[in-house]
């Protein structure tokens, strides 16, 4: 029988391991919901892992790795952008590249710069993110229940973590009570109308996609300067394919997205904190465990692609009528 503390660590390890998920989901829902989709998530993200870990190797400095890291995935997004917009290629054949190109460019740079077999120098110091304590965590910690919840699952996690979590009312805010919003959101559905009131259809795709380059960018850099202390190949694992998992799921909603993100966090901590599973009359072996991540990412595509109705314009290059 789990006790108390040890639901409150694996919580903990669920809100970081969710963050990057997260990120990467809401990242997917800006873009798609404008009417681009991207598989690329995954490409982005590990570029972004890779120049943030390489430039806070080479600066000291983890602030400027997450501007490295954020540039990295805007020109992955700009070259996605240029292939599907603007010259109105096939948007998951661009998202493939992408995601090739990363693996390849990581791996290639990293033995090229740092002779590491792909990888870069462990991180320290300034050149990680570190933990932040809450006010009043430490004082609040001996409280029964309320102080475990606040010092050890609420405080303690890095700037990045806050930034993700603060992003889902802000998403949702942006996309339902603002302009932008409404326009991009009307882009998704039906862009020859928002053309015919005189909105860029171009510009606004542009924009959305500009917006999943910054938030992979984030992604990427925390899973290599925050929940890693460096760049590892392939270090994300799927973890592009499984924020599209999560963003079908959520049915392309913010809140819904946090849902879903926190439900793979929980599996994969659940997979990493406990590598067999007694269940008395049956042993669950480690193997199991590890992909139960990857056995829900299909059983959500099997199970919702049919019911969760993407943008109506999805996947559709705009051709603007004369």
């Not at 790795?65 to 990295?72: E, M, Q, S, V, Y």
């Not at 430490?138 to 010092?151: M, N």
Request: net charge positive; proline share 5%; with cysteine.
């Amino acid at each position: 029988m789990m006790d108390f503390a040890a639901l409150i660590q694996l919580l903990d390890s669920t809100v970081r391991l969710a963050t990057p998920l997260l990120l990467a989901c809401l990242a997917g829902l800006y873009s798609e919901r404008s009417g681009v989709f991207d598989i690329g998530l995954e490409g982005k993200m590990l570029i972004a892992a890779f120049a943030s870990a390489a430039a806070a190797a080479a600066t000291g400095s983890v602030w400027l790795g997450l501007l490295a890291g954020i540039f990295a995935s805007l020109m992955l997004a700009g070259l996605h952008g240029l292939a599907s917009i603007t010259f109105r290629g096939n948007q998951l054949i661009s998202g493939v590249a992408i995601n090739f190109l990363a693996s390849g460019l990581t791996v290639l740079l990293g033995q090229k710069w740092f002779g590491l077999g792909g990888r870069t120098p462990s991180l320290e110091g300034a050149a990680r993110f570190e933990p932040i304590t809450l006010p009043f965590a430490g004082s609040l910690a001996p409280v029964p229940v309320l102080g475990p919840i606040y010092s050890e699952l609420i405080s303690g996690h890095s700037i990045l973590v806050y930034v993700a979590i603060a992003l889902v009312p802000a998403s949702a805010w942006l996309l339902y009570r603002t302009r932008f919003g409404l326009r991009l959101r009307a882009v998704g559905e039906n862009p020859a109308a928002v053309d015919t009131a005189g909105v860029s259809v171009t510009g606004i795709r542009y924009a959305a996609v500009a917006i999943t380059g910054i938030l992979c960018g984030l992604a990427g850099a925390y899973l290599s300067t925050a929940l890693a202390a460096g760049f590892g190949r392939e270090m994300t694992a799927g973890k592009g394919f499984i924020a599209l998992a999560a963003l079908i799921f959520a049915k392309w909603r913010p809140w819904y997205a946090l849902a879903a993100c926190m439900l793979f966090g929980l599996l994969e901590a659940v997979s990493i904190r406990y590598q067999s599973i007694d269940l008395g009359f049956v042993m669950i072996p480690v193997q199991f465990t590890q992909a139960l991540p990857y056995i829900l990412t299909v059983v959500i595509l099997a199970g919702f692609i049919g019911k969760a109705v993407p943008p109506r314009a999805g996947g559709e290059p705009y051709v603007k009528e004369r």
